[in-house]
């Protein structure tokens, strides 16, 4: 089966309004890393996180490895913050970094 | 910093034939690099982990005969898809390491090389 789970596939929000991304996953894990991609399709790194709460702006992560279960939350959403937000189980080894990743959420934020 | 450029960002092509796409890492050593393909509608999958002087590891459903990888230097590496279909379509994305530097497990992403095929 999957391995990461992504929830909602969507949502839609008027702006101002917070957001709630989670983030599941069936196998022990290196890491997490939080992606937004651009509508041309390329990924901008949100946040490395194995384990915790990290900030950045209006952005917090929050993983919690013994629940297998990552969060990103967006408070005060901007019609900016629209795009998809992708999040990757991290293997890491002697070969090399290896990204599993989620379906995605697909953000709206409406003016 | 640490940059990965890919080219061509987009590229069109006939059915059956191949494409070839490139991957540069600037402002660090790419000790190994992540080729992964995002078909219309789904996520990214992994194709294969290529590392500098060792054998590239192809994920299931992904072979050497239908994406063969070059990986000859730490700051270059390109990915061909022989006889392109209409399934090989999508955003295929390089993710590079920098196995010397302090950010190790951090992978920097190119912005993708678009394939269409018609």
């Known amino acids: 089966g999957q391995q990461v789970q992504q929830s909602p596939a969507s949502l839609v929000l008027q702006e101002g309004e917070n957001a709630e991304l989670q983030c599941n996953f069936s196998?022990?894990?290196?890491?997490m890393q939080w992606f937004y991609q651009r509508p041309g399709g390329s990924l901008v790194s949100l946040f490395y996180?194995?384990?915790g709460t990290k900030h950045s702006g209006r952005l917090t992560s929050t993983t919690v490895i013994k629940e297998r279960r990552s969060s990103l939350h967006i408070s005060s959403s901007q019609t900016t913050d629209s795009g998809t937000y992708l999040c990757?189980?991290?293997?890491?080894?002697?070969?090399?970094?290896?990204?599993?990743f989620g379906i995605g959420t697909l953000l709206s934020v409406k003016p | 910093g640490a940059l990965v450029y890919q080219y061509p960002r987009r590229t069109i092509c006939k059915s059956g034939t191949s494409m070839r796409m490139e991957c540069q890492a600037v402002?660090?050593?790419?000790?190994?690099v992540a080729w992964y393909r995002q078909s219309p509608q789904k996520t990214f999958e992994l194709i294969a982990l290529?590392?500098?002087?060792?054998?590239?590891?192809?994920e299931q459903n992904f072979t050497q005969e239908k994406f063969p990888i070059s990986h000859p230097n730490l700051s270059f590496s390109s990915m061909t898809v022989l006889n392109a279909y209409l399934e090989d379509r999508g955003l295929y994305l390089c993710?590079?390491?920098?196995?010397?530097?302090?950010?190790?497990?951090?992978?920097?992403f190119g912005a993708g090389t678009r394939l269409s095929v018609l």
């Open positions: 196998t022990s894990l290196n890491s």
């Open positions: 290529s590392t500098v002087n060792s054998a590239i590891k192809y």
């Open positions: 996180n194995p384990s």
């Open positions: 990757a189980l991290g293997f890491y080894g002697s070969s090399g970094n290896k990204l599993i």
């Open positions: 402002g660090f050593q790419a000790t190994s």
């Open positions: 993710g590079a390491r920098d196995g010397l530097g302090a950010s190790q497990n951090t992978l920097y």
